[in-house]
């Protein structure tokens, strides 16, 4: 019987979530290690952090880090990357593109307080006027209920990661997209991932940023200027 995945990060969203979500609609059962700061210097001591950052993914004998590596790996591995190098092309441009999106709500927690309602209004609007009218328009020239190809995909998974994000932040979002109202509840692996209980983890919030800074010693000026940049860029 094969091992269950060994999933090393702390007890919160972040770069781990879109793993986590990969993994539930893979159906696939996992096993989180939730670091310390003393555990995460046992890892870098070991040598199993390349660049001596989370997250890491044990599996099929390997150490895997860098998320899109991991996701990547994942995908292939359960079948859920495309049946040729075409559709795996497409498959990159849309959760690159999702990628874009999630990275902007994932550190909007980390705002400064002044600067909250103007982070927020940003997101929604390029949420609502840049990336949801592809995916909208994808499914409708597409004419079925994945993004590409005739089967799930990792698109379609981070795809509804994404929306339930946006949803978080402004509930009627997806007025005016239809067909991306309609993925909330079509894949079951995903419903039982949302149930109330799941290893799903909540939003962002202070206690769960200030346990991240205590574990990964960093800055919260750093990640506010992240988040600066990606504005900037978009």
Not at 106 to 118: A, D, R, T, V, Y
Not at 121 to 136: D, G, H, Q, S
Not at 192 to 200: A, N, T, W
Request: with cysteine; net charge negative.
């Amino acid at each position: 019987m094969a091992r269950k995945p060994k999933l090393h990060y702390f007890n919160g969203r972040g770069r781990m979530e879109s793993i986590w979500w990969l993994l539930a609609a893979a159906g696939v059962e996992f096993e989180e290690l939730f670091e310390t700061r003393e555990e995460f210097e046992k890892l870098i001591q070991g040598g199993n952090l390349m660049y001596e950052q989370v997250p890491i993914v044990e599996i099929d004998g390997m150490n895997l880090v860098e998320t899109r590596a991991i996701l990547r790996y994942l995908a292939a591995k359960y079948d859920l990357y495309g049946r040729n190098l075409q559709e795996q092309a497409w498959i990159d441009m849309y959760v690159e593109g999702l990628k874009d999106l999630s990275d902007m709500i994932m550190f909007f927690p980390l705002s400064l307080p002044g600067e909250k309602k103007m982070n927020l209004e940003y997101i929604l609007e390029r949420a609502t006027t840049r990336f949801f009218p592809v995916y909208e328009k994808a499914l409708r020239d597409h004419g079925q209920d994945f993004l590409v190809g005739d089967q799930l995909s990792w698109a379609d998974i981070q795809l509804l990661e994404v929306i339930l994000m946006a949803e978080e932040c402004k509930p009627s979002v997806l007025a005016g997209f239809p067909l991306l109202q309609a993925r909330i509840s079509y894949i079951p692996t995903i419903r039982k991932f949302l149930q109330p209980g799941s290893q799903r983890k909540p939003p962002l919030d202070e206690g769960s940023i200030e346990t991240m800074k205590n574990i990964f010693k960093f800055e919260r000026g750093m990640f506010l200027k992240n988040m600066g940049t990606i504005v900037a860029e978009y």
